[in-house]
């Protein structure tokens, strides 16, 4: 079996809980959203009435099939193996990862068995697709950006009650929201945390932003947002170091 993969590099986590952890990352290609709008793959501008854009569209669109052999042993070459075993962790993510999860589940079967043991894996999801029972062992925490309207997409498209479900039953969960303004977490609290009672310790609030210029702005005001809701605010590290640089 193979893994369609975009890119594969060793940086830091930039999101979540786990900001600023060693991780080697594992992009897959492909995504059931486009975040952006509903014409953004092709034009890249925003549309839909989107008021963020998909950071890694350009990334996940493409890619090639890798046998688990190739991935293995480049990442042998190029001493991730090593890392994983000092506690980097292995981030698993896309587009849309869990469109892979039989390939996924067969992979780390496969690097079970080839290195006998299995790094701390987080893996990145929208929280559209549930998390089957043969994956789930594996995963040492979930990053599930469930979407709003500020994604320019419609609710039926990014909503699936079944797949938000099946997350809500797993202790070792984060529910990210891209924030564009203040009545996105209006939104955030009646659609999601309301309706699915999501503990506040589980939910952090993202910056909607790109560039280092744009985080700056929208993250400054969210701040602000923040300690007036009491959320958790998760910065984007990554692009505070590298800006708009992907694949480092």
Request: charged share 15%; hydrophobic share 35%; aromatic share 12%.
């Amino acid at each position: 079996m193979t893994l369609t993969i975009s890119e594969m590099f060793y940086s830091i986590q930039g999101e979540g809980i786990y900001v600023g952890q060693p991780s080697l990352f594992l992009r897959l290609k492909g995504c059931n959203l486009t975040c952006g709008g509903k014409d953004t793959v092709k034009t890249k501008m925003l549309d839909s009435n989107a008021t963020w854009r998909c950071d890694t569209i350009e990334v996940w669109t493409k890619g090639s099939a890798y046998s688990f052999d190739s991935i293995c042993l480049n990442w042998e070459e190029n001493n991730w193996i090593h890392h994983l075993k000092l506690g980097a962790h292995l981030i698993i993510t896309g587009g849309e990862p869990l469109l892979q999860q039989p390939q996924l589940t067969a992979f780390l079967n496969y690097f079970n068995t080839r290195y006998s043991f299995i790094p701390f894996i987080e893996i990145e999801t929208n929280g559209t697709i549930a998390i089957c029972a043969e994956l789930h062992p594996y995963i040492g925490h979930y990053n599930v950006s469930l979407k709003l309207n500020n994604s320019g997409m419609k609710k039926e498209n990014y909503f699936v009650k079944s797949a938000i479900n099946s997350f809500t039953q797993q202790p070792n969960v984060t529910y990210k929201f891209v924030i564009s303004q203040k009545s996105d977490i209006t939104q955030c609290i009646t659609t999601y945390i309301d309706h699915f009672n999501l503990p506040k310790k589980q939910v952090m609030l993202m910056p909607a932003a790109s560039s280092l210029k744009s985080l700056k702005f929208v993250q400054e005001q969210l701040a602000e947002w923040c300690k007036e809701f009491n959320f958790r605010l998760s910065t984007r590290l990554h692009i505070a170091i590298w800006d708009q640089k992907t694949g480092i």
